[in-house]
Every structure is written in structure tokens, then in C-alpha cells.
């Protein structure tokens, strides 16, 4: 797809490149035809990670921790928080819920996964399952 800036100049265009194929590409079949719609455009996200996608390692680490947050009440609950055994320890700093905030640390020791709250900022109330 060849584009010109103006429709005078994509018309001179064509003569131009008919031209060329019938005089120096004489064994060459082939055509110049206008596109009726314009030019083909690249679809806009057709390169940008789709939404699920973009959001999976969230989604994992949300699955991973069990992670149960309640903003309206002010709390977070981790249920059963398992790290796998290739993840020794993952520090969440400032994780959003509601107004509120906290730090986590969930490490892995022996086959075990445990978790401990390592701050909080606001009124929210923090339970972790093991």
C-alpha cells in the first residue's frame, strides 16, 4: 500500500507507478488499483496487551495469597496464602484497599507458606488464614 497526501498527487501517483510497471517490469503481472475506503490502518491495539492480559499477574498473585479485600468494611483477609516452591518470598508495599493501605511480607520456609503484616496505614483490619 503506497499513500499520497492529497488525492491530486495519489492520481499521479498511480499514472506514475502503471507507468513504471509497463516499461521496466514488462514480465511483472500486476496492478495499481485505488482503495475505495482509503488506506488499510493498523488496528489500534492490534500491538497493546489485551485487558486480561495486562491484568494476569495481578490475577495470580491475587489467586497466590488468597487475597479477600473488603473496603467498606476495612478489611483484608488473606485465605490460605500459598507461594510456589520457584517463589521464596514476595513484599507487597502500599497495596491499596479502599482508603486504607498495607505492607505485606509472604515467604515460603520448609513447604510452608506463612504471611505477617509488616504495616498498615488507616483504620483497616488485617486476617490472615494459614
Not at 49 to 54: D, E, F, G, S, Y
Not at 94 to 113: K, N
Request: aromatic letters at 6%.
Amino acid at each position: 500500500v503506497v499513500t499520497a497526501k492529497s488525492n491530486k498527487a495519489r492520481d499521479a501517483l498511480q499514472h506514475r507507478l502503471e507507468q513504471v510497471l509497463e516499461t521496466q517490469f514488462t514480465l511483472v503481472r500486476g496492478r495499481v488499483s485505488v482503495l475505495q475506503n482509503g488506506p488499510p490502518v493498523a488496528y489500534p491495539v492490534a500491538c497493546s496487551p489485551q485487558a486480561w492480559a495486562a491484568a494476569a499477574p495481578f490475577y495470580l498473585l491475587h489467586t497466590m495469597l488468597g487475597l479477600r479485600p473488603d473496603a467498606s468494611a476495612h478489611r483484608l483477609e488473606l485465605i490460605r496464602p500459598t507461594l510456589p516452591d520457584w517463589l521464596g518470598k514476595i513484599t507487597i508495599t502500599g497495596l491499596p484497599v479502599g482508603g486504607d493501605s498495607v505492607d505485606l511480607l509472604v515467604h515460603r520456609w520448609r513447604g510452608r507458606t506463612s504471611a505477617e503484616l509488616l504495616g498498615r496505614r488507616g483504620s483497616i483490619e488485617v486476617i490472615i488464614h494459614v
